[in-house]
């Protein structure tokens, strides 16, 4: 591991390497991309290729929030950094970033953004071999939640299944509507309460969260995201004239936008259909967690 010089040098170089993405001095860097620029270096603890800092580029803006800081410390805790094993996802994740778009060039030139009429674009960051950071997602839901467009609860579906109601496949790396994931954590708390705390699913959600699966990282490797935010405007609409439900959009990893809860849970999306190899519900009687399938 280098001490701080070095991380200040591999930082320094990348951004020497970005010279696009600048104010239009070049002595006055944008402090925002040049702030992320070194956390990401100190993560790394390394230099960035250049594949690593484009997928970085393409990705910033989406870890600054809307009062002017950013996340990217968070990527520490998605991607466990302080591992070997964690960093090289990372990496590997960043690599993926910049190809699957065809580069920062590509990124501009395929998914141009326009305001009016508005048409924003929102790339979706893949954590690339999660399976090599947690061995196991887990998908917290309702007892009580119907399956979409179904009478069936979730709980008897993927008792009869084996495997989480489908949501889309992500085969496009940038968004222009809100997609449906399965948000999942690394973590397995002890009780609901500890989960919703810990989430922050507020009471107006009515989610129990009594009902947990248990999905192997390995199954999930290609298509697990970094969990984001994303809001609707009245304000704006669409082309259609519709109002646009996916503005304000940025990576949001921990649960942490209401000082009433706990928060400091972290969460990421699995897309298609996840099989899971257990399913347990809670017990109010007993206070403790159930195995329910395989049964």
């Known amino acids: 591991?280098?001490?701080?010089?070095?991380?200040s040098s591999y930082a320094a170089s990348a951004i020497a390497r970005a010279p696009g993405l600048m104010n239009e001095d070049p002595a006055c860097p944008d402090p925002i991309l040049e702030e992320q620029v070194h956390v990401l270096a100190k993560l790394l603890e390394g230099p960035l290729s250049d594949e690593e800092l484009g997928g970085f580029l393409i990705i910033y803006g989406r870890l600054t929030d809307e009062l002017g800081g950013h996340r990217a410390g968070e990527l520490a805790d998605v991607f466990r950094t302080s591992t070997p094993e964690g960093r090289s996802a990372l990496r590997q994740s960043l690599r993926h970033m910049n190809r699957w778009v065809g580069g920062y060039s590509g990124y501009e030139t395929r998914y141009p953004v326009t305001i009016d009429p508005p048409r924003p674009a929102f790339p979706l960051f893949k954590v690339i071999g999660v399976d090599r950071i947690a061995p196991t997602l887990y998908r917290v839901f309702d007892s009580r939640a119907k399956a979409h467009g179904t009478r069936e609860t979730v709980r008897d579906l993927v008792i009869r299944t084996g495997r989480l109601p489908a949501v889309p496949r992500q085969a496009r790396p940038?968004?222009?509507?809100?997609?449906r994931l399965h948000w999942c954590s690394y973590t397995a708390w002890d009780s609901p309460v500890a989960t919703r705390e810990a989430l922050q699913i507020l009471p107006e959600?009515?989610?129990?969260?009594?009902?947990?699966?248990?999905?192997a990282a390995s199954s999930v490797a290609r298509s697990t995201f970094v969990a984001f935010n994303g809001d609707s405007d009245p304000d704006h609409t669409g082309p259609n004239g519709k109002e646009l439900r996916f503005v304000g959009y940025f990576y949001e990893p921990k649960a942490q936008d209401h000082e009433a809860m706990e928060g400091g849970g972290l969460q990421v999306g699995v897309a298609g259909a996840p099989r899971i190899y257990l399913l347990e519900e809670w017990s109010e009687s007993g206070g403790d967690w159930s195995v329910v399938w395989p049964g």
């Open 205 to 215: 959600w009515n989610s129990d969260c009594s009902v947990r699966a248990w999905i």
């Open 174 to 179: 940038v968004r222009r509507s809100k997609p």
């Open 1 to 7: 591991m280098g001490d701080s010089g070095d991380y």
